[in-house]
């Protein structure tokens, strides 16, 4: 059984920078992927990027391109999320979950473990 947690949430200004962390626990030579999600409030479950564990190649969603960077240390079996120039649509809890499969990785039903989810807030 493999455990998530998220860290490294908060309130940053609009143009600042964040870095959430996901370290994992339990089991990782099982994971396929893993990915950040991020849900606002009133929207659905937002895919944000993934990152293959064992290969390292990535991606990102349109929306956070450019913008945004996943990363994996598999030495410390933790991802990130390095974001930068946030606007207040970035606002959301942010959800680091793995997976097992290869197919539709967009798709948060077919993730296996989930992270308890971490507040990014950015101000105007």
């Known amino acids: 059984q493999v455990q998530l947690v998220e860290t490294g949430g908060g309130l940053v200004q609009a143009g600042g920078s964040l870095r959430l962390s996901c370290a994992a626990s339990g089991g990782t030579a099982s994971i396929y992927g893993m990915t950040w999600f991020r849900q606002a409030p009133g929207k659905e479950r937002e895919f944000v990027a993934f990152v293959n564990w064992k290969v390292g190649n990535t991606v990102h969603a349109d929306s956070v391109k450019g913008r945004f960077t996943i990363s994996r240390d598999k030495a410390k079996n933790t991802m990130y999320l390095q974001m930068n120039r946030m606007n207040p649509e970035d606002t959301a809890v942010y959800y680091c979950?793995?997976?097992?499969?290869?197919?539709?990785?967009?798709?948060?039903?077919?993730?296996?473990?989930w992270g308890q989810g971490t507040q990014v807030t950015v101000s105007s």
């Open positions: 979950a793995a997976r097992r499969s290869a197919v539709n990785l967009s798709n948060a039903r077919l993730y296996d473990y």
